[in-house]
């Protein structure tokens, strides 16, 4: 079955996988959706038995369908390999009786490795496939980890320049640290004068922009998306939520192989073929949950999906309302990747839960975009029975972090921790004893200082110091990724305000148009 790829706002003639991905955002600001949804051609049981690489290829060849086996396992190939410390690529941890998927074990110890590892791979073989011959330039704004492991994915890779924009005051120390060390001739970093929102609605305008587009073009460029808005960024996420099943089903083997970490999961702990399970996401633009979605439209057999926000809780009054509101105040938390009022992947969500309806969506994102708000219909909201929202303020998320250590010696990061909160909630409101999947989005040294202030620890040494202390205290080693930063030359200074054009003219600066 060949999958082609439409946008949410209109009714354009579909195009393939890899056009989808080159593209990164329709032109009319739509977002790109498969035509169908596929099923799993092979068993879970049978995927119990395959490595993290094998259960990808089989996910992602039912999403990326023209791409061929050899191109695909070429892609897979080059991405999860030793930049990953461990082999199992994305463990399980058991900690007293819930599992924590562990998605902070690549180059930028945070999960949107899982994706930007192969993003470059999978739109390099596009650009052949495609027979461009223009450079691809890779706008994306970020709220603290899509930057650092886009730059690292894309640095110095042939064809290609990468512009990031972050908010200056809005990310950890760590992660400004990570991005505005990073080498690499094709890349540019550069701080804006506001929030997320404000980055990711600037490069979405420019994405959209014609005459912008036309510009780039007559210099030899075309744009291209590595935030989670590009299919090319969703569907690698999808292969870990099949992965973490199988780990279960499969669990008394795969302990034997040594898959897991830690002692991972126990024969006793496996789920039986057919058992549900929960996932907790803790998200803020979406596109980790929608994942798990697709994932359970695949076939993984799933109860809940448990969208977990900190307080910048609009997608759980979304999910308890059915209306989606911006207007409110934006908050500053410890766990600044969630820290967003405008969830974008949502409008995938919102486009299938209108019956895939394209006239609908853009309705909805057109009250978005001139009110702040919409409100689903009924029936929209009656198939979003998977879903279950649920939020953690500060006081909350240094709790969970805190007891999480006291309890069972496990240390976590502050968007984990929001999770964990969420689920104990939800575990406590609802009595739902199905065995739960919590998904670990950041190691805690990406967060060290509010993570040890967490815990009653000093935390006002300099990063790198308080990284030993971290360690010390967790018993695990300092990440190559905080590391590595110590000495290292900052190369990106620039600063500019939040408009439009203020971004649109650093884009320009760095391409020299």
């Known amino acids: 079955m060949s999958i082609m790829y439409r946008s949410t706002r209109s009714e354009s003639t579909p195009i393939t996988a890899s056009q989808a991905i080159l ?37 992602m060849k039912l999403f990326l369908t023209d791409y061929t086996e050899k191109e695909l396992k070429g892609c897979i190939a080059a991405a999860y390999d030793s930049k990953f410390d461990t082999p199992a690529i994305a463990p399980l941890r058991n900690v007293n009786g819930v599992e924590y998927m562990e998605l902070f074990h690549g180059a930028t110890i945070a999960f949107k490795d899982m994706a930007l590892s192969i993003l470059p791979h999978l739109m390099i073989t596009a650009a052949k496939k495609n027979h461009e011959d223009k450079q691809i330039v890779i706008l994306t704004a970020t709220s603290g980890d899509t930057g650092k492991a886009a730059l690292a994915g894309f640095a110095d890779v042939p064809g290609t320049k990468i512009i990031v924009f972050y908010p200056k005051d809005g990310v950890s120390s760590i992660q400004e640290r990570q991005m505005v060390t990073q080498k690499g001739e094709n890349t540019c970093v550069v701080g804006i004068r506001g929030n997320f929102d404000d980055a990711q609605s600037g490069v979405k305008k420019i994405f959209t922009d014609p005459a912008e587009k036309e510009k780039l073009a007559a210099a030899g460029y075309q744009f291209s998306s590595a935030n989670s808005i590009n299919i090319g960024r969703l569907v690698p996420q999808i292969a870990y939520y099949v992965w973490a099943y199988t780990r279960l089903l499969g669990a008394a083997e795969n302990e034997k192989k040594d898959i897991s970490v830690n002692g991972g999961v126990s024969a006793a702990e496996a789920v039986s073929a057919g058992e549900a399970v929960n996932f907790v996401v803790p998200t803020g633009n979406f596109g980790n949950i929608l994942a798990a979605y697709y994932a359970k439209e695949l076939g993984v ?23 989606y509101d911006r207007n409110r105040e934006f908050v500053l938390t410890t766990s600044p990747s969630m820290d967003i009022l405008i969830s974008s992947n949502l409008e995938r969500l919102i486009y299938h839960i209108a019956g895939d309806s394209a006239e ?64 104990g909630k939800y575990r406590k409101e609802t009595g739902d004893a199905t065995r739960t999947v919590i998904v670990s989005t950041a190691s805690p040294f990406k967060f060290e200082t509010s993570v040890m202030k967490a815990l009653g620890k000093p935390h006002e040494l300099p990063d790198l110091e308080l990284a030993d202390a971290l360690s010390a205290v967790s018993g695990t080693p300092v990440p190559q990724a905080v590391a590595g930063l110590r000495g290292a030359e900052i190369r990106h200074k620039t600063v500019c305000d939040k408009d439009e054009k203020a971004i649109a003219a650093e884009v320009e600066k760095f391409l020299g148009i």
């Not at 739509?30 to 990808?56: H, N």
């Not at 057999?301 to 209306?323: Q, W």
């Not at 975009?369 to 009924?378: A, C, L, N, P, V």
Request: glycine residues 8%.
């Open 301 to 323: 057999p799933v109860h809940r999906l448990i969208c977990a926000s900190n307080s910048n809780k609009v997608l759980y009054d979304f999910f308890r309302t059915g209306e």
């Open 360 to 423: 609908a969506d853009a309705g909805f994102m057109k009250k978005l975009s001139e009110e702040g708000k919409y409100q689903i219909t009924d029936e929209m909201r009656k198939r979003l029975g998977d879903f279950a929202g649920g939020y953690a303020d500060e006081e909350e998320t240094a709790e969970e972090i805190r007891e999480r250590y006291e309890k069972d010696g496990y240390v976590i990061d502050p968007h984990t921790a929001v999770a964990s909160a969420v689920y």
């Open 23 to 59: 593209k990164g955002l329709s032109d009319d600001g739509g977002l790109f959706v498969p035509t169908e949804l596929p099923k799993l051609d092979v068993s879970l049981e049978k995927l119990s038995g395959m490595t993290y690489r094998e259960v990808a290829y089989e996910v």
